[in-house]
């Protein structure tokens, strides 16, 4: 008698892991990746009221918690600098000219996330959560003061990826600080909203 794994015909499978793409700038960055070509865009960082423009030597793409991070050299600042691509608003345009500084063997687009973003979350947001729901949010909070409103308030740790996480509950959720990431719930909202 045949063994059980010679008694089916396995064919492998069809299935690839597809990793979506909805930011406008990662095809020409990662052109300019591949072609070591020098960009400059404007960039919002989370506590800016207005973008401003970087000129960036880019060494790497990669995708984490669902958004995508472009790593390089800052030549305005002088170092190397990690990039949310959703917080890239305009166009992505070339340079000429070489990179002035060396491309390093390994990097670190994760780390260096986690270091200013944290999934080591030091910080702490405040959210508005309808009472009976989310039990997810309620099993990661620090702490939780139930309302009369039917909403309760918790306190739960502010890691890389929470915006995404909150979007999932829907109305349920109410972010209520820190700003920055009350900003980026509401435009993940409205990206649904249009889509």
Known sequence: MPEAEDSYDVQPSAL???????????????????DRRPVVFDYRKANAARPGTRHVEPWTLECWRGHWYLAGWDRDRGAERVFRLSRITGKVRSRAGA??????????????????????????ARIRLRAGAGYPLRARAQSVREGADGWDELEIPYGHGLDAWLVEFGPDVVVLEPADLRADVVDRLRAVAKG
């Open 16 to 34: 690839e892991p597809r990793i979506p793409v909805r930011e406008a700038a990662f095809e020409p960055l990662m052109l300019a990746c591949r």
């Open 99 to 124: 990179f002035t500084a060396p491309v390093p063997d390994v990097v670190t687009v994760r780390e260096t996330v986690e270091s200013w973003a944290g999934e080591t979350a030091t910080r702490s």
